[in-house]
């Protein structure tokens, strides 16, 4: 199949392009490279360099490549940066994903995958959610979530597009980007790298569903490839196990210690300190996968200490590069 990616130069769009790519499909990415690079697709992969906001340039992509899967990863994925400039973020969020939805559907494509948030539609929960625990996004990158699938179940009734909503837990692993507020794995793993201690947020018993990049890209790719019941369909991609920010803080500075032990540094990793806490952070936040397993036919592969090892040893590699 051709398959157009957008935002496939980010952490989990390129995953996607990985695993589309291994499948036999022929990928082409969109991206305006704000927090993307093209280092991380594989050669032979096209690039647009092209912002989902910019209708026309969306349009002659979409000529061009005819695509009959599109994969909507690109967002503004900054949730303090959506309270600031919630104009922006809707900007990205639902005008740049209703070109693409509009683009998909003028162009004939057959289904579309849309990156969706578990934790920014259920908000704090203690046990893992199903996908009909209710609604109640706060924040308005949560809201353009939440409306983009409403979006997406518009076009699925009046144009008969197929449409997958996944709503990811927290995801982490190579590639994704340390620079970025959300990626907590990623600032972990530079600044232990580095010899230096990040800030654990308060007490550091925050709970949250660490999901390894690669296996999202595969649920991505089941998406495409299951049959769905209707034409919209929402999935849970996680893994429904609690991990705190102290656990996962001990098994990342342990696994950088022996890293950079191997590449011969003598540096010793810094206990991290705890700061003050943010506010608005969630307590916990779970997602409960039964119906991707089910219908999809997904599970993760990876758990948490193989998934934190492999993103240590990569950030290590590149580091040294
Ligand atoms: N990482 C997570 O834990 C997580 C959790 C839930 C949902 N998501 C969603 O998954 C998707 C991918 O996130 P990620 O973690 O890979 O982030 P990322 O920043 O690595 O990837 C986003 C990509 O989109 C590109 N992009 C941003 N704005 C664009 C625009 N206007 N036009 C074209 N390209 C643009 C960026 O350059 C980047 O390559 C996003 O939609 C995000 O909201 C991520």
Redesign the pocket.
């Known amino acids: 199949m051709r398959v157009l990616v957008?935002?496939?130069?980010?952490?989990?769009?390129?995953?996607v392009v990985d695993a589309l790519t291994e499948r036999g499909h022929d990928c082409f990415v969109?991206?305006?490279?704000?927090?993307?690079?093209p280092d991380?697709l594989p050669d032979g992969v096209k690039l647009f360099e092209?912002?989902?906001?910019?209708k026309s340039a969306v349009a002659g992509v979409f000529d061009e490549v005819r695509p009959q899967w599109v994969c909507?990863?690109?967002?503004?994925?900054s949730v303090s940066r959506s309270v600031r400039e919630p104009q922006f973020d809707a900007?990205?969020?639902v005008l740049?994903l209703l070109n693409i939805l509009t683009q998909a559907h003028r162009c004939d494509a057959e289904r579309i995958v849309?990156?969706?948030?578990?934790?920014?539609l259920y908000g704090d929960v203690s046990e893992p959610a199903p996908e009909d625990h209710p609604a109640d996004p706060i924040s308005p990158?949560g809201i353009t979530?939440w409306v983009g699938e409403r979006y997406l179940q518009f076009f699925a009734r009046e144009h008969g597009l197929t449409c997958v909503a996944l709503?990811?837990?927290?995801?982490?692993g190579p590639?994704?980007?340390p620079h970025?507020e959300?990626?907590v794995v990623a600032i972990f793993c530079q600044k232990m790298l580095a010899g230096e201690a990040p800030t654990i947020n308060g007490d550091g018993k925050y709970i949250r569903d660490y999901?390894y990049?690669p296996d999202?890209a595969q649920a991505n790719a089941a998406a495409f490839e299951a049959d769905v019941p209707g034409k919209f369909a929402a999935y849970n991609i996680g893994t429904g196990h609690p991990t705190d920010v102290n656990q996962l803080a001990a098994t990342l500075r342990a696994a950088c210690q022996q890293a950079l032990a191997e590449q011969g540094s003598d540096v010793t990793v810094p206990d991290p300190p705890h700061g003050p806490a943010r506010a608005g952070d969630l307590r916990s936040s779970l997602v409960d996968a039964a119906k991707a397993r089910q219908e999809l036919g997904w599970t993760p592969q990876v758990d948490i200490t193989e998934g934190l090892h492999r993103t240590v040893d990569w950030f290590a590699h590149r580091a040294s590069l």
């Open positions: 957008t935002g496939g130069a980010g952490f989990i769009g390129s995953h969109i991206d305006n490279l704000s927090s993307g690079s991380n092209v912002d989902v906001c910019d909507h990863q690109a967002a503004q994925m900007e990205v969020n740049g849309f990156a969706s948030s578990g934790g920014v990158y979530k709503r990811y837990a927290n995801v982490y590639r994704q980007n970025g959300a990626g999901v990049g999202v």
